[in-house]
């Protein structure tokens, strides 16, 4: 399919080049993004973070898919340049590639970031030779490796964010009959958060408080957490769980009952707050990266509760730092969160010190002293 669309685009490609290299249009910087969102999102966030950190070249970012709201436009904008053109895009593909493609290849040294993009890899044949290439894979499973399998040859350097993503990626290559030269393009950068001066002191009386924050998408499996405060709150379990973001649509009316819901939290003070006032953070997914909300919550000394899957495992300890659970089917999640929530509402020691574990990692591995200067490496910055 996606060799398909790149051979469509090749004639009306052709002629947006010619137009592209014409547009009296200059980037002094020579960085340019395309990205899906600047919307409430872990994604979004990690992306206004790399944005932060090339704020001296000003890039231009190109944000190619319509955003639910503007929770990060205004930290792009004060990075970057920033153009909305999902509009554009729709409606005048395949043209829109070759324009683009013409513009940031008339740059003498032009460096393109990309990520969560068809169009991005969609325009990758078409770019000059000179142009320098960098993608970022938060996990796999959401469509971005198989839209890259074309034109890896393209891409200069591949991010991803854990050594377990790396390994389910170089798995992949030897499914798809990658080359293992290729192998070498792969680098590791961890994402970063804010992670609290000390350890936040916690309720150490009354129920336990859980929250989870993220999206409502399919693999999310949000449901399974409110399946499980509805079977503790049966149980007489004493705890108390938050969700936060666009989740209510995937729950029934008793699983909703069961929970708090607040809708999506785009203040990031106002969520701060709410990771230092809870006790765990969870995550029921059946495919991931490492997810942010995991980074977030434990730098503010929240235990982390999350299925084993992807980069998860690298950074959480069973009983060390953190609570893992199964991942292969529903019903497992829902009891291993059930046996979760029930032992550390009872053990409050047991809470305790794996807060006190799970700060002391976010601590040593997320506070991002080496995020910036990774990043300006790879993208060829002083």
């Known amino acids: 399919m996606i060799r398909l669309l790149l051979l469509l685009t090749l004639p009306l490609a052709a002629l947006g ?21 600047y919307h409430t999102g872990g994604a979004e966030k990690v992306h206004a973070d790399i944005a932060a950190c090339c704020a001296p070249e000003r890039p231009w970012i190109f944000f190619a898919h319509r955003s639910r709201d503007t929770a990060f436009l205004a930290r792009f904008r004060a990075a970057a340049r920033c153009f909305d053109i999902p509009l554009l895009l729709k409606y005048t593909f395949p043209f829109s590639v070759g324009v683009m493609a013409g513009l940031i290849s008339r740059h003498p040294a032009p460096r393109l970031f990309g990520c969560n993009s068809l169009f991005f890899y ?13 993608d970022l894979l938060h996990g796999l499973g959401g469509g971005a490796e198989r839209f890259a399998l074309p034109v890896l040859e393209r891409i200069d350097q591949r991010v991803v964010i854990s050594p377990g993503v790396r390994e389910e990626l170089l798995a992949f290559y030897r499914a798809h009959g990658v080359s293992p030269a290729l192998d070498d393009r792969i680098t590791v950068i961890s994402n970063r958060v804010s992670v609290a001066p000390a350890l936040p002191d916690k309720a150490t009386e009354g129920p336990l408080t859980a929250l989870f924050v993220g999206r409502g998408s399919e693999e999310k499996r949000v449901h399974l957490i409110a399946r499980a405060a509805r079977r503790c709150r049966e149980l007489g379990v004493a705890v108390e769980v938050t969700l936060v973001g666009d989740v209510a649509d995937r729950l029934t009316r008793e699983e909703r009952a069961a929970c708090r819901l607040t809708g999506p939290i785009g203040d990031e003070a106002a969520l701060t707050r709410l990771y230092r006032q809870s006790h765990l953070v969870l995550i029921s997914s059946s495919r991931e990266g490492f997810p942010l909300t995991l980074m977030e919550g434990m730098a503010q000394g929240c235990v982390p509760v999350a299925t084993a899957v992807g980069g998860i495992p690298d950074h959480i300890r069973h009983l060390d730092n953190g609570w893992l659970l199964p991942a292969e089917d529903e019903e497992s999640v829902v009891a291993g969160l059930v046996a979760a929530l029930r032992q550390l509402a009872e053990e409050r020691q047991l809470t305790a010190r794996l807060a006190a574990a799970a700060f002391a990692s976010a601590h040593a591995q997320f506070g991002g002293e080496r995020f910036c200067a990774d990043y300006r490496r790879l993208l060829q910055l002083p």
Request: hydrophobic fraction near 55%.
């Open 122 to 134: 969609l325009l990758l044949p078409h770019l000059a030779p000179h142009v320098r290439v960098i």
């Open 17 to 37: 080049k010619l137009v592209g290299r014409l547009l009296p249009l200059d980037n002094p910087g020579g960085l340019f993004f395309i990205i899906p969102f």
